[in-house]
């Protein structure tokens, strides 16, 4: 009996312990999600809150009823209907595609130097890649307008050392908005990076170098392609962050550019239209769960 | 895996029996390690050290770990450059060669194949870095599979392999290129015992058949025994001995040669007497007289040991017949009893043990010799030899 008894409290602590993280996505993601979802669905109203309809439980079941068959995908169709938003996206997706690669150009060399350190070395420098996370990451990208301003830390540089005559107009402009993402999301890059390269057995390269392949060679046919599945997380872990960011182009950003965090933003705060940019976010998010899939496809191929 | 990799290598047994350039004062050494010094940092891997490897050799380092044997087969594939002397390769000098310009392969501990490649990939690795045609490249791929008998895993990856598969292609892939040299890094360490001693005996027929130099480093004295054409027994970056496997063990030139190859008996004293091509040993303690017929480059008076291995010491209940028969009166103290062998451990009164090893021919029923039974150790004179260091 007591055998039971154990084993059927450990089948139930067991269901807790995975109930957990599900609970935890229910509360924190899906329920939201569908708030969004709903709101996306409704239309402007001078109201509190300002769509309709509010979805008022207290009218009783019959009159939700009423209610979610006024729900419309106007929205959705409206979001087609301007270049704006699309444009935004599109606009969004590139500059998150170009600043990744150019973060796994910057990256790769970083993460390699690291895990081809000594060993005493290494924990010094991942601490190094790290501690910009001590500083908030707002701080952070203000500091950013301190040097790149036209009477900022850059220019005074460039024109002391007689590199130019006038001061460069970085600020506000899109090439900014690169800085900036390359800057603040290159850690990202590194630490599933140099996890992946500090693992390779460097006796492969040994092996390779002995069947006669020169030492450049060895790291394109070796090398490279055993840190893929790093060279695939950090690009997803920096991409899919930076097609929704705000905080860069909002600071950085010039009035032409475009990025759908923005026109979100803009759509909340300026436009008090909360249906649009709900639908905006959902768009946004089922954009995003290809190349989330995509990752989680490569995960599962690599852990194989 | 079992089966024999090719069965014609029997058909040349002769032929290596009469094999050893090194006793050919004309014979010209294929590798040589002139005066070669090896440092890290402040510790000597390898101290002053030269050495000459014949073409066609099946060569073995051995020795305990850090004794410098790794350090030694890393500089022949050009890992690590030493830090005085020279190696020489078929009368080229390897110095400054990086190791994708030499002519030689090795064949991994860890095997170090590429996980992200088939079979075959990782066998053409070396031919396509060649620049080797294709279709030859084809060729030559299906041959080696067919010399280590994988042909049905080409296509499988190294992680869905059995560890004597790995073995196996690691082989096949160091074997493509047709080296100068083949160096073989503890090659059978992580293979079971009875899968290790088949493949000792493939790798045999399969060096005799391609006619290659082989250098193996080991730390196991039966592998090197069973491979070798001649051994190195090497300690702290020194050779202590070079012979043949037969050499090594009946005339180890030190103790530590003699108790590193097997199980040895070591009874120290002085030289009492030299004449007659009689070496006498008196024993410390016992006073036993041993007389050797052999005299390990002693002189009387001096300092020595002697060593006898244990199968050639005979254990008997009564005193020899003969007087002048080498012989040590102790009790039986232990016996380790092995199926095949016993061996008897015999405490003498000085407190020293003998050990002798009895092959048991006949079904034990009942010891005749038992423990604590008062016994006599004989051994003919040229049973043992006597060492100085």
Same mark, same amino acid.
């Given at each position: 009996m007591a055998l039971t008894d154990r084993s059927s409290r450990h089948s139930r602590l067991r269901w807790l312990v995975v109930a957990i993280p599900y609970l935890w996505l229910i509360v924190l993601f899906l329920a939201p999600f569908l708030i969004v979802v709903k709101i996306s669905l409704s239309t402007t109203a001078i109201a509190m809150p300002p769509y309709t309809p509010a979805l008022d439980l207290t009218a009783g079941i019959g009159a939700l009823w009423e209610q979610i068959k006024e729900f419309s995908f106007d929205n959705y169709v409206f979001l087609t209907e301007d270049a704006l938003y699309w444009e935004s996206y599109l606009s969004s997706v590139k500059i998150a595609a170009i600043s990744t690669f150019l973060i796994l150009l910057i990256g790769y060399p970083i993460a390699y130097g690291m895990a081809r350190a000594k060993k005493e070395w290494r924990t010094t420098l991942l601490m190094l890649v790290i501690l910009p996370f001590w500083t908030s990451f707002l701080i952070r990208v203000y500091a950013w307008i301190g040097i790149l301003k036209p009477e900022g830390l850059l220019n005074q540089l460039l024109l002391s050392l007689g590199v130019i005559s006038e001061p460069l107009n970085?600020?506000?402009s899109t090439l900014a908005v690169y800085i900036g993402i390359v800057y603040s999301y290159l850690p990202f890059m590194i630490l599933p990076l140099y996890a992946t390269l500090e693992k390779l057995d460097e006796t492969l390269l040994e092996a390779a170098a002995d069947l006669g392949c020169p030492p450049i060679q060895a790291f394109w046919k070796i090398t490279f392609p055993l840190s893929l599945p790093g060279v695939v997380a950090g690009c997803f872990l920096v991409f899919i962050p930076a097609v929704g960011e705000f905080v860069i182009p909002d600071l950085l950003g010039g009035s032409d550019t475009l990025m759908i965090g923005k026109t979100l933003w803009a759509e909340f705060f300026s436009n008090r239209d909360w249906p649009v940019s709900s639908a905006v976010a959902v768009v946004l998010l089922a954009i995003l769960v290809v190349p989330i899939m995509l990752f989680q496809n490569a995960q599962k191929k690599a852990s194989e | 895996m079992a089966g024999k990799l090719l069965t014609a290598g029997k058909s040349l047994g002769p032929i290596r029996r009469a094999f050893a350039p090194w006793n050919d004062p004309a014979a010209k050494p294929f590798i040589q390690f002139q005066n070669v010094t090896k440092t890290f940092g402040d510790f000597t891997a390898v101290d002053d050290l030269s050495l000459n490897i014949y073409e066609r050799e099946f060569f073995a380092l051995l020795g305990p770990s850090g004794c410098g044997k790794t350090t030694l087969m890393r500089m022949i594939a050009g890992f690590e450059e030493p830090t005085s002397g020279h190696v020489m390769l078929d009368g080229q000098d390897l110095v400054g060669v990086p190791p994708y310009r030499r002519p030689t392969n090795m064949m991994f501990q860890s095997y170090a194949l590429f996980p992200h490649m088939n079979v075959w990939d990782n066998i053409a690795f070396g031919l396509k870095q060649d620049g080797m045609p294709k279709p030859d490249i084809a060729t030559r791929v299906d041959e080696m599979l067919a010399l280590v008998k994988l042909e049905k895993f080409a296509k499988r990856k190294p992680h869905q392999l059995s560890g004597g598969q790995k073995q196996r292609v690691a082989l096949a892939r160091s074997l493509a290129k047709k080296p100068k040299v083949l160096l073989l890094d503890e090659? /059978?360490?992580? /293979?079971?015992k009875k899968l290790r001693e088949e493949t000792q005996f493939e790798l045999i027929d399969l060096q005799v058949k391609l006619g290659m130099t082989f250098v193996i480093v080991t730390h196991d004295q039966e592998e090197a025994m069973t491979v070798a054409d001649r051994i190195a027994v090497m300690d702290q970056g020194k050779i202590v001995q070079i012979a043949t496997p037969a050499e090594i063990y009946e005339q180890p030139n030190s103790r530590y040669v003699a108790d590193f190859i097997g199980d040895i008996n070591l009874l120290e004293g002085h030289i009492s007497s030299t004449e007659g091509g009689v070496t006498t040993l008196d024993c410390d303690g016992t006073g036993a007289k041993v007389q050797v017929s052999q005299d390990g480059g002693a002189k009387l008076g001096d300092h020595a040991w002697f060593a006898v291995r244990p199968e050639k010491v005979a254990i008997s209940l009564s005193p020899p017949a003969d007087p002048s028969v080498n012989a040590v009166t102790g009790e039986v103290w232990d016996i380790a009893y092995l199926g095949d062998v016993s061996i008897y451990h015999v405490r003498l009164a000085t407190g020293a043990t003998v050990k002798a090893t009895i092959t048991n021919t006949t079904r034990l029923v009942e010891r005749p010799i038992t423990w604590d039974d008062k016994v006599w150790l004989t051994w003919s004179r040229d049973g043992g030899v006597v060492l100085t260091r």
């Open positions: 970085i600020l506000p | 090659p /059978l360490g992580a /293979l079971d």
